[in-house]
Structures are given as C-alpha cells and as structure tokens.
C-alpha cells in the first residue's frame, strides 16, 4: 500500500533533525523532491544549507524562525515569525509538489500556543495522499502522536555539552 506517512522525530536528545535529514538523503537517492521548513532555527550557516544548495533540483530549503525560542527577549517577533512560517507550510502543504515535506522544529509552535494543535492536525489531515511529512522537535502534543503513522523518541544519555564542549561543526550544524 501507498500510503504518505505521518513520521515524528522528538524527545529530548540531539539528533532529530538529522534523522529527518537522513530521511531527505535518503529520499533524494530516489529522485523524490523534497520540501525542508525550519521553523524555530536562525540563519546560522549550517551543513544542511550548504548541502541543499547542491540539490536544487529536488530539495528546496525554508528557514523561517528567527532563532530558539527559549531565553529570549523578544518573544513577539517570534510568535509573528512562527505564524508566518504556518501559513506559509500549509501553502506547501498543500501544493501537492512534494513528495516529502519536513517540517523542522514544528512541535514548539504548539507547545508555545503559537498554532492551535487542531489547525495544524486539519492540516496534515488533508495533505495530498502520498505527501509524507516528518516532523521534529521535542515535546511533541499528544494529538501529533495520535496522528503519526511512526514515532521515535530520541532520548538524551549523554551529550559533549554536558562537558562544556561547545557546538561542533558537521555535528550540531
């Protein structure tokens, strides 16, 4: 059966992101085209920027969040940057050009009250049939798993931050 399924990355250790990184790799292998939305990260150039620059053709990449949301300040430019990221992945979405959406970092803008959980369901209830969207992010709802097809739980053990070893190249970003 062709089904697009309903993947979600979460839980509290490092390495959601690239999984659904991995995923996108993986995918573009066998020509499917890819849509990447971050939803929460900055601008920071990272490895994954980088490398979507050499697959243009199937993989288009989104960074719509201004940084992590936690300790900041201004946390109104933040709710209007989730909003607009929202709106603008229903769009693509629904669009039907994808064979794969990955909609990074999306569990904050439920757990931070800036989209109802409820629209973000309806959303990827009515995706195109065969869309899969893989999600990532700690704290994800509990209506995001009820609606997923997998689920896995990344749990931290044990982490370099821990012993003051800062973010990594090729790592971390």
Request: glycine residues 10%; charged residues 30%.
């Amino acid at each position: 059966m062709e089904k697009g399924l309903i993947i979600i990355y979460t839980g509290d250790g490092k390495g959601k992101t690239t999984a659904a990184l991995g995923q996108a790799f993986r995918a573009i292998g066998h020509g499917m085209k890819i849509c990447i939305i971050q939803f929460v990260k900055g601008k920071r150039q990272t490895g994954e920027i980088i490398t979507a620059e050499k697959f243009k053709k199937l993989l288009e990449f989104h960074i719509k969040g201004r940084g992590f949301i936690y300790n900041t300040e201004n946390m109104e430019k933040h709710l209007k940057a989730g909003k607009e990221a929202w709106e603008f992945a229903k769009k693509k979405i629904s669009s039907d050009k994808y064979d794969i959406i990955i909609l990074d970092e999306l569990t904050y803008l439920i757990k931070y009250d800036i989209v109802k959980e409820s629209e973000i369901l309806s959303a990827i209830k009515d995706k195109p049939e065969k869309l899969h969207i893989i999600i990532t992010g700690r704290d994800a709802s509990e209506g995001l798993i009820k609606s997923a097809d997998l689920v896995s739980e990344i749990k931290n053990i044990k982490h370099p931050i821990q012993k003051g070893i800062k973010a990594q190249k090729g790592i971390e970003f």
